[in-house]
């Protein structure tokens, strides 16, 4: 199984993911023309790509998922509630499939098992993506880290896990009082501390690889999350670590071996 974030945070998420020919893409909140900008830096043909799996439909994730089915006649899938909500974003699809919430399904060589996550959305999902050999969690825009996640990310070797913001630059920012509290709470977003301690958890077991994701751009910085992880995951050496950024993508990371490609 290889995987890379081709860009997350509050401007545009997108991963891809592959396990032998079958080749998808977790949301796309990038234009057409800048996902496959960067596909092709990472040396994936975008005409390779099996299908478009979606999470739930705040802009951020949904808005180029359309334009990007259409061009490549991509089929697309996502839970009905997610569906109805992002009706104006998503348009006319070349395929449409819904999943249950909960319940397993397959796209080719890849299973795929979404799991409910707190946020504030229809029906926000994670995912648990296995191809037979390694488990790719995938876990964001989540206020907390609820026993289901817990249960469900447990066994990954590698998980794409948000640490959006650090809670005094938030409490000490320009976001406005309201903004704040909908970030801090329950269905918001997940701060450093709290998704570096569930990783320091994770990583005494199958856990290998860790993707911090859509760290915010004014409440968070990239050398804060470093000092922190460094502080919570202190002992774990042999876990891999990277940062997802905004404005390029991840390297492509092959899990077996555990090395970028």
Wanted: with cysteine; net charge negative.
């Amino acid at each position: 199984m290889k995987f890379s974030v081709l860009g997350s945070g509050s401007k545009g998420n997108c991963t891809l993911v592959e396990s032998g020919r079958t080749r998808i893409l977790i949301d796309n909140g990038f234009s057409g023309k800048e996902v496959l900008r960067r596909l092709q830096a990472i040396g994936i043909e975008a005409e390779s790509l099996s299908a478009l799996l979606v999470t739930h439909e705040h802009a951020d994730h949904v808005k180029g998922v359309g334009v990007l089915a259409r061009k490549l006649q991509l089929p697309v899938y996502a839970n009905e509630a997610t569906y109805r909500a992002a009706e104006l974003h998503l348009g006319r699809l070349p395929g449409r499939y819904e999943f249950a919430t909960g319940e397993p399904f397959a796209i080719e060589e890849l299973h795929i098992h979404p799991f409910a996550v707190s946020h504030d959305s229809a029906d926000p999902v994670g995912f648990v993506l296995d191809s037979g050999e390694q488990r790719l969690g995938y876990c964001t825009d989540t206020g907390i880290i609820t026993r289901l996640i817990q249960h469900h990310l447990r066994t990954c070797q590698a998980l794409i896990l948000e640490a959006n913001h650090d809670v005094e630059m938030l409490r000490q920012g320009p976001y406005p009082l309201p903004l704040q509290q909908r970030v801090l709470s329950r269905q918001g977003h997940l701060a450093n501390i709290d998704s570096l301690e569930f990783a320091g958890h994770l990583a005494y077991g199958s856990l290998r690889c860790l993707v911090l994701a859509h760290l915010s751009e004014v409440n968070n910085c990239p050398e804060l999350v470093v000092a922190e992880a460094r502080r919570l995951l202190s002992g774990r050496n042999e876990l891999k670590l990277m940062l997802a950024e905004q404005g390029r993508p991840c390297p492509l990371t092959d899990l077996n071996p555990m090395v970028a490609v």
